[in-house]
């Protein structure tokens, strides 16, 4: 943990390659961001001087100096300042960078109205304040870096998948059963993203597909750089597909763009016709949603007619599969449409 | 909690263009079709900005009304999010306003 701030390392997102057993961090949560704190503090200086005529005296003078310096919790903690000190002539630290962005606009802002209840100090202040316009996208980093991502997979024509969903929808189970559908038809790897464990991504593995897991931390869906520094490890081949499994949860991963092909909404039907009314965000951010456990379906009261609606409701060009991934129905169909959009890329870039 | 998230990337991006002034009011223009809790956003802004040269600074957020564009008619309308559907009955339908996520404005001294 951080001694200044408080924030805790242990929410650092950590990517695992299952493959080489190596684990590197993450910099995403404010922990491990680069964070600038500011501290004074003072050197006790012992100087002895030899004087022309021989003398020698020593003396001790202590000086204050503030200094703000940036860490990230990537490396250990060992912060070296360089001091460069001249005792013979006053010295300035402060360091002044004068950036220029072009898309910030001053604005000189007169506050004409009055302050007859604010105390006096507040009026005064408000003279010297000023308006800046910034007009900047808040997920501009993330939708930025998706778009890098997009591009590495266009490069190496991969076919990357998103899938979200809430927990227990069987994602995982729908993976070993496209992974061995798809054998010796076309390569797939996989990125699993959790919160903790890397039990899905063992699961993965023992079916010979490479994977890299990443675990969150404390987060709730994944972000583009997280897939940018899986990509690194997992190094997907060329004309392939990569499943990314995202954290079991129907409300954030719709926001963050992560620079896939598309976002596949995994609804099994244990879950209630209602789930895509109830969380229209992610059905509307997904190209494709999957019915699973259809297998129950004599068992439940589940209307698949009116979720389907639901679903058109939200995002009428939805595109509904309805398959078990345990027992096998209905995955033809959604992989001879994998294979379609995976041509598709290739043919595109 | 993607609001923290959130807020962690406003909080970031307000420090880029303040440096070392005080920030005393941040406006933020949120679409209703964003997925994010405004009141979530304010609860985390507190948090996030202790500390720092934002902290004490007011938290404005003006919610933007989502609004539809029909394919067909070209007529634009309030958007339901649980019913994309054009008066014409047209479901071909484009979101042009409420998925606004963005840092508006700021006011330093």
């Not at chain 1, 229209?280 to 609606?309: G, Q, T």
Request: hydrophobic share 35%.
């Amino acid at each position: 943990m951080c001694t200044t701030c408080g924030c805790s390392d242990d929410a650092d997102p950590k990517v695992t390659n299952l493959q080489t057993g190596a684990t590197l961090r993450v910099g995403t949560s404010p922990s491990n961001r680069e964070h600038v704190h500011e501290h004074s503090h003072s050197h006790l200086h012992t100087h002895e001087h030899t004087h022309a005529d021989g003398l020698t005296h020593s003396h001790e003078h202590a000086h204050m100096h503030e200094h703000e310096h940036a860490h990230s919790h990537d490396h250990d903690h060992t912060h070296e300042h360089e001091h460069a000190h001249s005792h013979d002539h006053a010295h300035m630290h402060d360091h002044e960078h004068a950036h220029s962005h072009d898309h910030a606009h001053m604005h000189d802002h007169e506050h004409a109205h009055s302050h007859d209840h604010a105390p006096s100090s507040a009026s005064s202040k408000s003279a010297s304040r000023s308006v800046i316009e910034l007009e900047r996208d808040i997920l501009n980093k993330n939708n930025q870096l998706a778009e890098r991502n997009r591009g590495y997979f266009e490069g190496r024509k991969v076919l990357a998948l998103n899938l979200v969903s809430s927990p227990g929808s069987g994602k995982t189970t729908l993976l070993e059963k496209l992974i061995s559908d798809l054998h010796g038809k076309m390569e797939i790897s996989v990125i699993e993203g959790d919160q903790a464990t890397d039990a899905d991504a063992q699961r993965i593995k023992a079916t010979g597909c490479k994977v890299v897991q990443i675990n969150t931390g404390s987060g709730c869906h994944l972000e583009s750089d997280m897939i940018a520094a899986a990509l690194k490890e997992l190094d997907p081949a060329f004309n392939s597909i990569v499943a990314i499994e995202n954290v079991g949860n129907l409300v954030c991963p719709a926001l963050f763009d992560l620079g896939e092909a598309c976002k596949i909404a995994i609804l099994s039907v244990t879950e209630g016709e209602d789930k895509p009314l109830k969380y229209p965000h992610m059905f509307r951010a997904s190209e494709v949603m999957i019915l699973n456990k259809i297998d129950l379906l004599p068992y439940l009261k589940f209307d698949v007619n009116k979720c389907i609606e639901n679903a058109m409701s939200i995002n009428p060009n939805i595109r509904v599969f309805q398959i078990s991934a345990s027992e096998g129905a209905g995955l033809d169909e959604l992989l001879s449409w994998i294979e379609q959009r995976a041509k598709t890329m290739a043919a595109l870039s | 909690m993607h609001e923290l998230s959130i807020m962690i990337n406003i909080v970031s991006i307000v420090q880029e263009h303040s440096q070392d002034q005080r920030v005393v009011r941040v406006k933020l223009e949120i679409g209703k079709l964003a997925a994010v809790v405004p009141d979530s956003l304010r609860f985390c802004f507190d948090v996030c900005t202790k500390g720092t040269n934002l902290e004490g600074a007011v938290l404005e957020i003006d919610e933007i009304e989502p609004l539809g564009e029909c394919n067909l008619c070209m007529r634009r309308f309030p958007l339901d999010l649980l019913a994309v559907r054009c008066p014409c009955g047209s479901r071909s339908v484009k979101c042009v306003a409420g998925e606004e996520l963005k840092v508006k404005e700021m006011e330093v001294e």
